[in-house]
């Protein structure tokens, strides 16, 4: 099993800074990628960046040049820092780990969420 906490949203003003973690703890080892989706009211949920077990990292169009992800990996821990952010960047936060199971079959888990709201 996997755990993931996350941490670090909150309310801030448009073209604030916030910096989101996700500490991963348990079997987090044949671990692919790790990475932060989005879902706001009434929208489905939606990728906006991961980074991979070699480092490499992708971000949503709507983000780039604004969000940043990172990872620690003696901490076990992913960062999503977020700049210029805008109303629309409003929504729950998860933390995403994709690992390969015992049977080579990938596995997402999920954080709980954290909202970030962006006021105008």
């Known amino acids: 099993q996997v755990q993931l906490v996350e941490s670090g949203g909150g309310l801030v003003q448009a073209g604030g800074s916030l910096r989101l973690s996700c500490a991963a703890s348990?079997?987090?080892?044949?671990?692919?990628?790790m990475g932060w989706y989005r879902q706001a009211p009434g929208k489905q949920r939606e990728l906006v960046a991961y980074i991979t077990s070699g480092g490499n990292t992708e971000c949503a169009d709507s983000v780039k040049g604004r969000f940043t992800i990172s990872r620690d990996n003696a901490k076990n821990t992913v960062y999503l820092q977020m700049n210029d952010l805008k109303p629309e960047d409003t929504a729950v936060y998860y933390c995403n780990l994709n690992k390969l199971t015992i049977a080579r079959r990938p596995y997402d888990y999920w954080g709980q969420g954290t909202q970030v709201t962006v006021s105008s």
């Open positions: 348990g079997s987090i080892f044949s671990i692919n990628t």
